[in-house]
Antibody, heavy 121, light 111 residues
Framework: QVQLVESGGGVVQPGRSLRLSCAASGFTFSTYGFHWVRQAPGKGLDWVAVIWSDGTNKYYADSVKGRFTISRDDSKNMLYLQMNSLRAEDTAVYYC??????????????WGQGTLVTVSS | QSVLTQPPSVSAAPGQKVTISCSGSGFNIGNNYVSWYQQLPGTAPKLLIYDNNKRPSGIPDRFSGSKSGTSATLGITGLQTGDEADYYCGTWDSSLSTDVVFGGGTKLTVL
């Protein structure tokens, strides 16, 4: 069955870096795009970044552009999110989600359980 | 401030029906399919509806979706206490440099 398992979260000081990982299994990883979506405590869903199946097309929310980098390793079935220059407002549970898209349709059919990132001094 | 507008909360009694609205614009809902996600307390979101009105395997037909113009609606019939959750709509937005936009979420309380 499809599984997405995030890891790498923790407590980090403002201005520092953290790398999140998402291990995928149960499907052909290389044929899908993936997203990172975050949720601040008590708040709604906030889209962060997407990487297409080709690994070349990547898009970011304005709030993280220039600080976060999404990447993938198809040989390891792994998705990553490198987060630099972290701010208090980046504190959230970070979910990886599998992308399904066509010309006018785009949705997330599977989500991981999430990993908590807390940015605090 | 979310690009898509949802009511913060809705409530209904067990067995009743409830609808949750999601309002957008021609840049998002008006020209793209809408999906809905259910987030039970303490868990990750789960796909409930995709392409406006399609249900993934395993989602009961008590859940339905529709779209008209720049608004979408999630309907839930035969409410159960286990339906208490946060519900989010999502779609593309072509006016922004982002990829996907979500509504702010609606908390469903089954009284």
């Amino acid at each position: 069955q499809v599984q997405l398992v995030e890891s790498g979260g923790g407590v980090v000081q403002p201005g520092r870096s953290l790398r999140l990982s998402c291990a995928a299994s149960g499907f052909t990883f290389s044929t899908y795009g993936f997203h990172w979506v975050r949720q601040a405590p008590g708040k709604g869903l906030d889209w962060v970044a997407v990487i297409w199946s080709d690994g070349t097309n990547k898009y970011y929310a304005d709030s993280v552009k220039g600080r976060f980098t999404i990447s993938r390793d198809d040989s390891k079935n792994m998705l990553y999110l490198q987060m630099n220059s972290l701010r208090a407002e980046d504190t959230a549970v970070y979910y990886c989600a599998r992308d399904v898209r066509s010309s006018s349709s785009n949705y997330f059919d599977y989500w991981g359980q999430g990993t908590l990132v807390t940015v605090s001094s | 401030q979310s690009v898509l507008t949802q009511p913060p909360s809705v409530s209904a009694a067990p067995g009743q029906k409830v609808t949750i609205s999601c309002s957008g614009s021609g840049f998002n809902i008006g020209n793209n399919y809408v999906s809905w996600y259910q987030q039970l307390p303490g868990t990750a979101p789960k796909l409930l509806i995709y392409d406006n009105n399609k249900r993934p395997s395993g989602i009961p037909d008590r859940f339905s979706g529709s779209k008209s113009g720049t608004s979408a609606t999630l309907g839930i019939t035969g409410l159960q206490t286990g339906d208490e959750a946060d519900y989010y709509c999502g779609t593309w937005d072509s006016s922004l440099s982002t990829d996907v936009v979500f509504g702010g979420g609606t908390k469903l309380t089954v009284l």
